[in-house]
Structures are given as C-alpha cells and as structure tokens.
Nanobody, 125 residues
C-alpha cells in the first residue's frame, strides 16, 4: 500500500503558474504509475495527466496539453504537476493517484487504487 500527500495548491491569478507535488510513502514508488485528476464544484472528477513508472511516457487531457507538465522523481518518491497559463476553468481540487496495474488506460480514474487527499487550486480572473 502507498500513502499519497498532495500539496502546492493555492490562489493564483489567471495566467499564473503553480506546481503541485504529491509525496508517496510506503511501497516502492517506482512500482506505481501516477495520475493527476481534478474535480470542480458541481462537476465530475476528470483526468488531467498521467505518467508511467519510468517517467518516459506521459498523457494529458486536451484541455491542459501545452500548459501542464507532469513529471516524477523516483528518488524523492514524488510526482509533480507544473501548471502554467492558468485559467479560471482550471479551478478545482486536484488529486494525485497511484496504480500498480499494467496495460490499463491511465486516463480512467477507476484504474487507480490509491488517492491523495486533494489540494485546492483557485484561479482568479
């Protein structure tokens, strides 16, 4: 089992940047593919980005492609989400998630077994 703690959220003006972090503890971090999801008030949770165990393969939602970058440091047991050119529609609680499953669709939240507590990102216009 792995425990995930997300941090780095906050209030930022439109056009600004934030970097979210998700620290993992417990099992070997490199055994887990990682994802970021978000949920805005009154909306369903949606996929944002995912990264393979090695970090060599990444996936992004169309809405964030070119603005967000997911990365990981397996030596620090941490996955990051660098967000730039933020817009009010990016306002949401952001969750990191982990999975040991292979050959899956990393964009599907149902494939993830472990979730962090979420960190609020608010983008003002």
């Amino acid at each position: 089992q792995v425990q995930l703690v997300a941090s780095g959220g906050g209030l930022v003006q439109a056009g600004g940047s934030l970097r979210l972090s998700c620290a993992a503890s417990g099992r070997t971090f490199s055994n887990y593919a990682m994802g970021w999801f978000r949920q805005a008030t009154g909306k369903e949770r949606e996929f944002v980005a995912a990264i393979s165990r090695s970090g060599f393969v990444t996936y992004y939602a169309e809405s964030v492609k070119g603005r967000f970058t997911i990365s990981r440091d397996n030596g620090k047991n941490t996955v990051y989400l660098r967000m730039s050119s933020l817009a009010p529609e990016d306002t949401a609680v952001y969750y990191c998630a982990a999975t040991t499953r292979r050959g899956i669709n990393l964009k599907a939240d149902s494939e993830y077994d472990y979730w962090g507590q979420g960190t609020q990102v608010t983008v003002s216009s």
